[in-house]
Structures are given as structure tokens and as C-alpha cells.
């Protein structure tokens, strides 16, 4: 017997250095609820800004050998957005790791997002909760800083002084107003 499928899901496609890798199908819930949050959080505050937030599913066209699905995106130019995605450079990127993803966020794409100018860069790791930002500078990516979600065990072992000294919030460099909760990123994972 067939199972009928509600709908028919096209596998998804990168172009990595001129060579097509096929996507993970479908996303994991955890990974899905990162996107999600990163969405909410960034789509309300540049609400009326100049900046547009892109969640996974928008193409990045980068150059003739890397087209790109990045899982989330802000593109502060508008002359870059097009109806078939994004050409050029975006200004913040971020990349929700996967076991199947992990090797080219690291490498490979990283390489090209700072060459092609994006001014920072976000490796987030559903299962360390944790996100890394790397900030663009001359053309390549330097680590800026390593933020973590402290597990509430952890944090009971800890004195007080140590509780006080937990990294809550950061910022992106594109703007100075705006306060990111960590535990906003990861709400609703497991």
C-alpha cells in the first residue's frame, strides 16, 4: 500500500564551489524553533527599519559557485533583495548546525560569507546551545566571542559571584540598541 503524501517536497539544493549538495530534507525541531525565534526576534525590532530579516528558504546568490540557503539572514541594502532571493552579501548570517551541516557552516561557507563581505557571522549549536559570533575584518572572519545558555543544574552548583558573571545577552554588531537574550534564541528546545 502507498502512503499519499499531503504534498510533494522538492529536495533542496546548495551550490557549494560549483559542486551541488542536496540539503537535509526537513529540519529539526530544535532547529526549527532557533530559526523561528531568530525570526520573531529580529522581524520585530527592524519592523519600519531599512534592514530585512530573511528565515530559511530564501536562495543567496553569492557568486557563479556558491548559491547558499542560509537558515537565517538580515540584508541591510535593498537593492540586493530580488524576487528569485538575495545577490550579494548579507550583513548578519547565521547557521543552525546539523550533523549533515556542520563541516561547510564551518568551512567552506564561512570562508565565502567573509570574502563576499558579510560583516558577522553566527554558528549555533542547538545541542550546546550555544552560538558563536565571528565579525568581519579585512576580508575574513574573526572570532569575536562564544555565548552559552547555562543548563539550570549548572547554575545551582554555581556561587554567586559565578551566577553573576553569566554572559545573559549580547549584541550584533549591526545594532547598538538591541539586546539579545540568549535564552530567547533557544526557547522552546529541548
Known amino acids: 500500500m502507498t502512503e499519499k503524501l499531503p504534498y510533494q517536497e522538492e529536495q533542496r539544493k546548495e551550490l557549494i564551489g560549483g559542486t551541488v549538495v542536496m540539503m537535509s530534507p526537513r ?17 520585530n525590532y527592524l519592523r519600519g527599519k531599512k534592514c530585512t530579516p530573511f528565515s530559511d528558504g530564501v536562495d543567496l546568490f553569492l557568486d557563479t559557485d556558491n548559491r547558499f540557503v542560509p537558515d537565517f539572514m538580515v540584508v541591510c541594502d535593498p537593492d540586493k533583495i530580488e524576487n528569485d532571493g538575495v545577490h550579494g552579501a548579507p550583513d548578519l548570517v547565521v547557521e543552525v548546525l546539523s550533523p549533515s551541516t556542520a563541516k561547510n557552516d564551518r568551512g567552506h561557507k564561512k570562508e565565502v560569507y567573509a570574502r563576499c563581505g558579510t560583516r558577522e557571522y553566527w554558528i549555533v549549536s542547538p545541542d550546546e546551545k550555544s552560538i558563536e559570533v565571528y565579525r568581519q575584518d579585512k ?3 574573526r572570532f569575536h566571542d562564544l555565548y552559552s545558555q547555562h543548563p539550570d543544574w549548572m547554575l545551582a552548583k554555581m556561587s554567586e559571584e559565578e551566577r553573576a558573571a553569566v554572559v545573559t545577552h549580547f ?5 547598538d540598541d538591541l539586546e539579545i537574550a540568549i535564552e530567547d534564541i533557544f526557547y522552546r528546545t529541548v
Open 171 to 175: 549584541k550584533c554588531c549591526l545594532f
Open 27 to 43: 529540519p529539526s525541531v530544535n532547529h526549527n524553533h532557533i530559526v523561528f525565534n531568530l525570526s520573531l526576534l529580529f522581524g
Open 139 to 141: 576580508g575574513q572572519f
